[in-house]
């Protein structure tokens, strides 16, 4: 197994590039970084093309299964790929497989607009995973799925559902289309409380930006308009928690 010292060095240059969503969007690759989530992507088969591990790492499968495209570098450079103050030594650079074709409206579905935190968006979709939703559509400007952020908060989650980036307005016209409900989330005289309407077995609902919710264009394509109760003396919830507590409200038994 070669071993890699030194920035300079050409692998180290291109894993690099993939810092930037461009560079990841060109090569159609991805830096899976960390311990667990190599772990999940392994069980998944997701195509892994080359690993990068420290001395810690030299004896893990993905080294035995990746063998003549591994690589040994010093903890320096492990710091250097990382985007972690602590990184943990094991990287795989993966192809990316996400789906950008939908054709599958039946279930549960949440579409992102303009969610813009990394941190936001991996909680989602981790939520998505964990209450049984069929997938996440990520609309326009919402952050990129495959960036490290987001990559370690979703948790392995993304190797277990359906995750594809959609156009916001398209997607909820193509769900309306086919007769699906499709609900906005935001808080004005047109929302109605979530726990009084009806839960429909087939859904989409949409969570805008942290800052700013939806804008109005989006809320006016929505069959309804809704909000979460607050019964305390908060202003509002982060989009995180709101979309959570909007899936799990949706799949609980009344």
Known sequence: MQQITSKKNDIIKE?????????????????IEGLHLIEEALKYNVNIKQALVTDKYINHRLVKEYYDNSYEITEELAEYISDTKTPQGIFAVAEIEQENKFNNYNGKWVLLDNVQDPGNVGTIVRT??????????????????????????????????????????YIMNEFKKKNISVWATEVNKNAKPVNELEKPNDILIVMGNEANGLNKEILLLADEQVYIPIFGKAESLNVGVAASVMMYHLVLKS
């Open 15 to 31: 894993i690099k590039k993939l810092d930037a969503k461009k560079q990841r969007k060109k090569s159609n690759l991805y830096v």
């Open 128 to 169: 998505a995973d964990a209450a049984g939703f069929s997938g996440v559509l990520l609309g326009d400007n919402t952050a990129d799925v495959y960036q490290g952020k987001v990559q370690r908060s979703m948790q392995g989650s993304q190797f277990h559902i359906p995750i594809v980036v959609a156009d916001t307005k």
